[in-house]
């Protein structure tokens, strides 16, 4: 039974990624496939829907992965190659797009949202606060109509 539980865990701790890049595409040199496995890992699949190229099986994926190869090979720096992939494809295909144009707006709208809604919950609390009614102890008269109303219902 522990064999059978050991192997099952050890199967299902293989890296998926390794999966998709096919042997014909890993490159002979270790510090080239190294540095197109780390691009690939960068880059979203066009089709695939949160999955980088590195562990998609989609056909423009596999093209994708030997384009950045191919690029390696011709010597551009990472940075050339990921242009490359961006001209042809647009931004989408970056998990992290660049912090600059109109993607400002979107990279600063989190943090603005959170203080805006920090400030108006603060503004709520604090105006909730202020028009709390105070509590009022009971007369002694309105003790006693109590008491006597308790005593009914037993």
Same mark, same amino acid.
């Given at each position: ?11 299902? /701790? ?5 999966? %998709?890049?096919?042997? $014909? &595409?890993?490159?002979?040199?270790? %510090?080239?496939?190294?540095? %197109?496995? &780390?691009? /690939? ?12 190229? $590195?562990?998609? +099986? ?44 109109? +993607? ?12 805006? %809604?920090?400030?108006? *919950? ?7 606060? &202020? ?12 003790? *006693? ?5 308790? $005593?009914?219902? /037993?």
């Amino acid at each position: 039974m522990r064999r059978a539980i050991l192997g099952l865990a050890l199967a299902l /701790s293989l890296p998926v990624a390794a999966l %998709a890049v096919q042997p $014909d &595409e890993v490159l002979a040199d270790p %510090a080239l496939e190294s540095r %197109a496995r &780390e691009i /690939s890992q960068s880059l979203r699949c066009p089709v695939c829907q949160g999955e980088n190229i $590195d562990e998609s +099986n989609a056909p423009i994926s596999r093209d994708l992965r030997l384009y950045v190869r191919e690029r390696l090979v011709a010597g551009d720096s990472d940075a050339q190659v990921i242009d490359a992939v961006t001209t042809r494809f647009g931004e989408y295909v970056l998990f992290e797009p660049r912090a600059e144009g109109g +993607n400002l707006i979107l990279y600063a709208a989190g943090p603005l949202m959170a203080l805006v %809604a920090a400030l108006g *919950a603060w503004g709520f609390l604090r105006r909730r606060r &202020e028009t709390a009614t105070p509590v009022v102890a009971l007369t002694v008269e309105e003790r *006693a109509r109590l008491k006597s109303l308790m $005593d009914q219902d /037993s």
